[in-house]
């Protein structure tokens, strides 16, 4: 008789939990579905966009639809915009820098987190001192540094102030990984006559392999639209990277803003299909080393 007044006592209780939770359910629906809706429009609308004439885009209708498909924009923004020579340029620079961010960034990592040393945590902190500083800041000492090594108007001009500001980052990252893992592994690899340098390639680069696939993505999306330094230290037309096509379509008298939005559209290709591809390495990695196990 006791159980079941208790019982009957006990269904409100569970009615109210299983009414907020699906309130608290359809309020986080609704938020995710807002931010999908945000996130998403300005693609689209940027894909809409590259396909319309001047005269459709000027009309001050933004949300309507091209009445022909002006695919066109999209000759133009690869024939005049030098789209290809652009793109071999930022693909080279951009690949430079992830080998390079992961060389350096993976071995400070492993010195900073693995290594019994008093000066470990002071280079850290400097670490995460260069996580603060804007890049726009030393445009002026970088500009006069490079002149004196006789390097302004290279690649080499952007691919080490390159280095420099992603190198932080990736280093934060890949020590909180290096972190977690368990000292029985070297141990283990000491006993059987490993050294250092064994240890180091033959154990923790296979281990953090997620955490350095983060590394990449974020290198490749924070270097590929780059303007700022590109700008300021590139100078010949066969050097310039993927953000100058924009400029090929503005001239003294007239904007093709339908090439110029086709261009957007080309250059934004290649990081949204490599974001898409291995947005779930960029999770796994950020949290792999949160709970050390």
Not at 164 to 167: D, K, N
């Given at each position: 008789?006791?159980?079941a ?6 269904k ?6 299983r009414?907020?939770f699906s309130i608290?359910?359809?309020l ?5 579905s807002v931010?999908v809706?945000?996130q ?7 894909a809409?966009?590259?396909?319309k004439?001047n005269?459709?885009i000027l009309s001050?209708?933004?949300f ?5 498909l002006q ?6 923004a690869?024939?005049?915009g ?5 793109l071999?340029n930022?693909v080279?620079?951009t690949?430079v ?5 992961l ?5 400070a990592?492993y010195?900073i987190t693995r290594?019994k040393?008093k000066y470990?945590n ?5 670490f995460l001192?260069?996580?603060m500083?804007p ?5 002026l ?9 006789h390097?302004?108007?290279t690649?080499?001009?952007?691919i080490l102030?390159?280095i420099?500001?992603?190198?932080p ?10 972190r977690s893992i368990p000292?029985?592994i ?5 006993v059987d ?7 180091f390639t033959g154990?923790m680069l296979?281990i953090s392999?997620p ?13 590929w ?6 700008a ?5 037309e066969?050097?310039?990277t993927?953000?100058f096509?924009v400029?090929?379509?503005?001239s003294q008298?007239?904007?093709n803003y339908?090439?110029?939005?086709a261009?957007?559209?080309l250059g ?5 299909i490599?974001y898409f ?8 990695g950020m ?7």
């Open positions: 008789m006791l159980n007044r208790e019982a009957a006592s006990a409100p209780a569970i009615i109210r939990r009414k907020s608290v359910k359809t986080v629906l609704l938020l995710l931010l809706v945000t998403l429009y300005p693609l689209v609308w940027l809409i966009y590259s396909l004439t005269e459709e001050g209708r933004f309507a639809l091209p009445h022909v695919w066109k924009n999209f000759t133009d690869i024939d005049a030098h789209y290809f020579q652009y071999k930022s080279f620079v690949v820098t992830m080998v390079c961010v060389f350096l960034s993976s071995l990592a010195a290594f040393w470990g002071v280079v850290m902190v400097i001192i260069g996580m500083i890049m726009q800041a030393t445009l000492p970088l500009m006069i540094i490079f002149k004196h090594m390097i302004l108007n690649h080499l001009a952007l102030p390159y420099a500001f992603q190198t980052v990736a280093v934060f990252i890949l020590s909180g990984f290096m000292a029985e070297e141990e283990s690899a000491v006559g490993a050294g250092v340098f064994k240890i154990i296979p392999v955490p350095m696939m983060t590394v990449c993505i974020l290198t490749f999306i924070n270097i639209n780059e303007y700022i330094l590109a300021t230290f590139i100078s010949s066969r050097l310039k993927l953000p096509g400029n090929s379509f503005v008298y007239s904007v339908g090439a110029i939005g261009f957007l559209v934004a290709l290649p990081v949204i490599i591809l291995l947005a779930d390495k960029i999770t796994k949290v792999a080393g949160a709970v050390k196990g």
